[in-house]
């Protein structure tokens, strides 16, 4: 499975951007699939998980209310709708996906990653 990230940019604090995520190779078996983030100089973080079926989403909880995770499974795409950007949401942002279970907030239960994309706001 590749994954393939987009949408990142510069944006001032109280801004909006929205990353997507197209999802490409043996993509035919159902599958979860998350967005976490990494800062400098810190781990990586979970941000947002959406179920294969999309009816069940969970965000971390400094972005509740401000971010939205939301998929397309007839272009194998998930989206990231992000408002209200602040300073400490500057990270590169990373997709994943995550085949089989385990807790959608931890990193190691994701089998594919992106490569990244960073997401930057200004004060």
């Known amino acids: 499975v590749q994954l393939v990230e987009s949408g990142g940019g510069l944006v001032q604090a109280g801004g909006s951007l929205r990353l997507s995520c197209a999802a490409s190779?043996?993509?035919?078996?159902?599958?979860?699939m998350g967005w976490f983030r990494q800062a400098p100089g810190k781990e990586r973080e979970f941000v947002a998980a959406?179920?294969?079926?999309?009816?069940?989403?969970y965000y971390a909880d400094s972005v509740k209310g401000r971010f939205t995770i939301s998929r397309d499974n007839d272009k194998i795409t998930i989206y990231l709708q992000m408002n209200n950007l602040k300073p400490e949401d500057t990270a590169v942002y990373y997709c994943?996906?995550?085949?089989?279970?385990?807790?959608?907030?931890?990193?190691?239960?994701?089998?594919?990653w992106g490569q990244g994309t960073q997401v930057t706001v200004s004060s």
């Open positions: 190779g043996r993509t035919g078996s159902s599958y979860a």
């Open positions: 959406i179920s294969w079926s999309g009816d069940s989403t």
């Open positions: 994943a996906v995550k085949r089989y279970r385990g807790s959608y907030d931890q990193s190691g239960t994701y089998d594919y």
